[in-house]
């Protein structure tokens, strides 16, 4: 009787420790997501969004030539 007894006190021990342990992984598991969200709002905060500069200046390859003709006719 006592070894039984012993055997289940035993198995009791372990699965207290096993809970402990899924309780910690589970929090550290929660700790690091709360970090990675934090990080990545704080990447997606400071990504620059488009510039002024950009959206201002024409795309590579076309250029604003006017002959002086069609300056001239603009200007009227």
């Known amino acids: 009787m006592s070894a039984a007894q012993d055997v289940a006190r035993e198995e009791r021990k372990a699965a207290r420790l096993e809970s402990e342990r899924l309780k910690t992984e589970a929090k550290t598991a929660q700790a690091y997501a709360r970090e990675d969200a934090r990080a ?8 620059p969004s488009r510039s002024a500069s950009k959206r201002k200046t024409l795309a590579n390859g076309k250029r604003k030539l006017v002959s002086f003709a069609d300056l001239l006719r603009m200007r009227e």
């Open 40 to 47: 990545a709002a704080k990447f997606e905060h400071d990504q």
